[in-house]
C-alpha cells in the first residue's frame, strides 16, 4: 500500500506492526542459546526491513509475495533455532493476510500456524491443548481481524462512490433546473414583450397614421405626428429584436420549420425513424406561437420514445390560411386518453401541452387507441397581419 493513501490511523497500526515485529525478534535472539539464533533473528529482521522499503512490495502482490517468501524462510532458520520464534507468526499473519490475494494467504496463515506448532512441539515442549490453541487462535483473530477490515473498506469506499454519484447528480439536476428557469423565464418576456409592448406600439403607430390622415393639410402639427409615428415605428423595430433575442435556443439560429427538422434527428438510433414535412405557404408566426408549437412538439415526440415504442413518426406543420396546425403521429402501442392520469412517473405531458395551445387561443386533440398508435393535434389560429413600416391604415 501506498503510505501517501495511509490513514492517520492506518499509519499507528502499521507502525504498531513494525514495532511488534521488531520487539519479537530482539526476544527471540536474547532468549536465543544460539549464535545461529542471534544470527537468523538478525537475519529475518534484515530481510523484513528491507521489503518494507522497497516500493515494489508496496505496488505489487508477487512482489510482496517473493518478499514474504524470504522472510518467512529466515523465520523458519529462527524457529530452528528457538522455540521463542514462534511468537513472530503472529504479525507474519497479518502481512500474509494484507498483502496476498484471499485464495493464497488464508493456506499460508495455516502453514505458518502450522510451523509455529511444531517448531514448539520440536524443541520439547509438553504437548498439551494450549500449544495447539495458541497459534491456532492467533491466526483465527489475524483473519477476523483482516477480513472484517477489508469488508469495511469495502462497504465505505462503496458508499464513498455512491455519495459522489448523489453530488454529482444534484449539482446536474440544479443546474438543469436553473436551466430551465432560465428559459421559462426568456419565454415569459418574450411573451409579455410582444402581447403588450410591441403590440401597443404597433396600435400607437396606426393610430398616428389614422390621425396624420385626418389633420387638414398644411397643420403645423403634422410634422410632430410623423416624428411621433416614425418614434413608434422604431421602438416596434427594437421590440420585436427583443422577442427575437428572448425566443428558445432552438428558433435563434432558424426558423420553426428548421427547428422541427432538427428535433427529428434527436430520437437516436434506437428510438422511431422520425420524418417532418410541411404544408401550405409559410407565414411569419410570433414568437410565442413558434415557442407553443415547438415546445408541444418536443412533448409529444418525448412521450413517443419513451413510451409508444414505436418504429416510425411524423412531424407536419400546415399552414391553413387563417392558422397553423402542429401534427405529431406515430405507429406505436397507442392508449386510452381518456384514462391517463399524472403519477409520479409523469403524466403531465399532455395536460402541459393542452394548456399551451389553449393559452393562445388554439385547439388540442389527442387520437389514440391501444394498439392503433397515437396522433397529437393542436392548431392556432393566425393574429392579424400587421401593416409593415410606412403601409397606409
Given at each position: 500500500m501506498d503510505p501517501r493513501s495511509l490513514t492517520p490511523a492506518l499509519r499507528a497500526l502499521r507502525l504498531c506492526l513494525?514495532?511488534?515485529?521488531?520487539?519479537?525478534?530482539?526476544?527471540?535472539?536474547?532468549?536465543?542459546?544460539?549464535?545461529?539464533?542471534?544470527?537468523?533473528a538478525a537475519l529475518t529482521g534484515a530481510v523484513y526491513a528491507a521489503g518494507s522499503l522497497l516500493p515494489s512490495v508496496r505496488e505489487s502482490w508477487r512482489a510482496a509475495a517473493v518478499w514474504l517468501g524470504a522472510v518467512c524462510a529466515a523465520w523458519i532458520l529462527l524457529l530452528w533455532s528457538t522455540p521463542d520464534a514462534l511468537w513472530v507468526a503472529f504479525p507474519l499473519y497479518f502481512l500474509q493476510l494484507h498483502l496476498l490475494p484471499v485464495r493464497w494467504s488464508l493456506p499460508a496463515v495455516g502453514l505458518t500456524a502450522g510451523a509455529a506448532i511444531l517448531s514448539y512441539v520440536r524443541h520439547g515442549a509438553p504437548i498439551t491443548p494450549g500449544v495447539f490453541i495458541g497459534p491456532l487462535l492467533g491466526a483465527a483473530v489475524a483473519v477476523a481481524t483482516v477480513l472484517g477490515y477489508q469488508a469495511l473498506y469495502r462497504e465505505s469506499e462503496r458508499r464513498r462512490r455512491l455519495i459522489e454519484e448523489l453530488i454529482s447528480?444534484?449539482?446536474?439536476?440544479?443546474?438543469?433546473?436553473?436551466?430551465?428557469?432560465?428559459?421559462?423565464?426568456?419565454?415569459?418576456?418574450?411573451?409579455?414583450?410582444?402581447?403588450?409592448?410591441?403590440?401597443?406600439?404597433?396600435?400607437?403607430?396606426?393610430?398616428?397614421?389614422?390621425?396624420?390622415?385626418?389633420?387638414?393639410?398644411?397643420?403645423?402639427?403634422?410634422?410632430?405626428?410623423?416624428?411621433?409615428?416614425?418614434?413608434a415605428q422604431d421602438n416596434l423595430a427594437e421590440a420585436r429584436r427583443f422577442v427575437r433575442a428572448l425566443s428558445p435556443p432552438d428558433l435563434e439560429h432558424g426558423s420553426l420549420?428548421?427547428?422541427?427538422?432538427?428535433?427529428?434527428?434527436?430520437?437516436?438510433?434506437?428510438?422511431?425513424?422520425?420524418?417532418?414535412?410541411?404544408?401550405?405557404?409559410?407565414?411569419?408566426l410570433p414568437t410565442p406561437y413558434e415557442v407553443a408549437l415547438l415546445r408541444i412538439a418536443q412533448s409529444a415526440l418525448a412521450n413517443t420514445v419513451r413510451h409508444a415504442s414505436a418504429s416510425r413518426a411524423e412531424i407536419t406543420l400546415s399552414f391553413m390560411g387563417g392558422s397553423v396546425a402542429l401534427d405529431v403521429?406515430?405507429?406505436?402501442?397507442?392508449?386510452?386518453?381518456?384514462?391517463?392520469?399524472?403519477?409520479?412517473?409523469?403524466?403531465?405531458?399532455?395536460?402541459a401541452m393542452r394548456s399551451r395551445a389553449e393559452s393562445l387561443g388554439g385547439a388540442?386533440?389527442?387520437?389514440?387507441a391501444p394498439g392503433q398508435g397515437t396522433a397529437v393535434a393542436v392548431t392556432l389560429p393566425l393574429p392579424a397581419a400587421p401593416l409593415p413600416a410606412g403601409a397606409d391604415a
Open positions: 513494525h514495532l511488534l515485529m521488531a520487539g519479537l525478534l530482539v526476544l527471540a535472539a536474547l532468549r536465543s542459546e544460539s549464535a545461529a539464533g542471534v544470527a537468523a447528480t444534484r449539482a446536474e439536476l440544479a443546474a438543469a433546473e436553473r436551466n430551465a428557469g432560465t428559459l421559462a423565464e426568456r419565454e415569459r418576456l418574450a411573451r409579455e414583450i410582444h402581447d403588450t409592448l410591441a403590440q401597443g406600439l404597433s396600435s400607437i403607430q396606426l393610430l398616428l397614421r389614422a390621425a396624420e390622415r385626418a389633420l387638414p393639410e398644411g397643420s403645423p402639427a403634422a410634422g410632430h405626428i410623423e416624428e411621433a409615428r416614425r418614434a420549420a428548421g427547428a422541427l427538422e432538427r428535433l427529428c434527428e434527436t430520437a437516436g438510433p434506437d428510438g422511431p425513424r422520425v420524418r417532418f414535412s410541411m404544408s401550405g405557404a409559410p407565414a411569419e403521429v406515430d405507429d406505436g402501442a397507442g392508449f386510452e386518453p381518456g384514462a391517463v392520469r399524472p403519477s409520479s412517473e409523469g403524466g403531465f405531458g399532455l395536460p388540442f386533440t389527442v387520437e389514440s
